[in-house]
């Protein structure tokens, strides 16, 4: 358990890197999505597209909201369909957006940060072997 918790803590850096990376990404594609897609999907929502979802007129209105938006949808995966699909139907140049915060969001950045975070755990446990075999060695030195 304690050699479980030090490479979890030799993540940590790691981690918190990779969520600043995210939400920067995030971010980047909540501005466009704030420029570009809320007219529509307040257009939509006006039409009642979306008559039992109450967040759906105000879901690209700010880049918080974006970011909250794309959070959900994209991240983890939740109403992906529900709410973009109307969007891209009505707009299909739209689906560049969408398809382009999922690709470098999913496939790119969370991606990368499962890497870097297995790549630390085998450092780490690399020098583990290394430390117990100067333990061991240690221990035979003591006994001789």
Not at 90 to 119: E, H, K, Q, Y
Request: glycine share 4%; hydrophobic share 50%.
């Amino acid at each position: 358990l304690r050699r479980l918790m030090q490479m979890m803590g030799s993540c940590f850096k790691t981690l918190f890197w990779s969520c600043l990376l995210l939400f920067l990404v995030m971010t980047t594609w909540a501005i466009v999505a704030v420029d570009v897609i809320s007219p529509h999907v307040e257009r939509l929502a006006a039409e009642g597209r979306w008559p039992d979802c109450q967040r759906c007129s105000y879901a690209f209105s700010t880049v918080f909201q974006a970011n909250v938006t794309l959070f959900q949808t994209v991240v983890s995966g939740d109403s992906w369909g529900y709410l973009a699909i109307p969007v891209i139907e009505s707009r299909p140049w739209t689906a560049v957006i969408f398809v382009g915060a999922l690709m470098s969001l999913v496939f790119g950045v969370l991606n990368l940060t499962v890497a870097v975070i297995v790549d630390v755990f085998a450092e780490s446990r690399e020098k583990d072997f290394s430390n117990r075999a100067d333990d061991l060695a240690e221990e035979e030195r003591e006994q001789k």
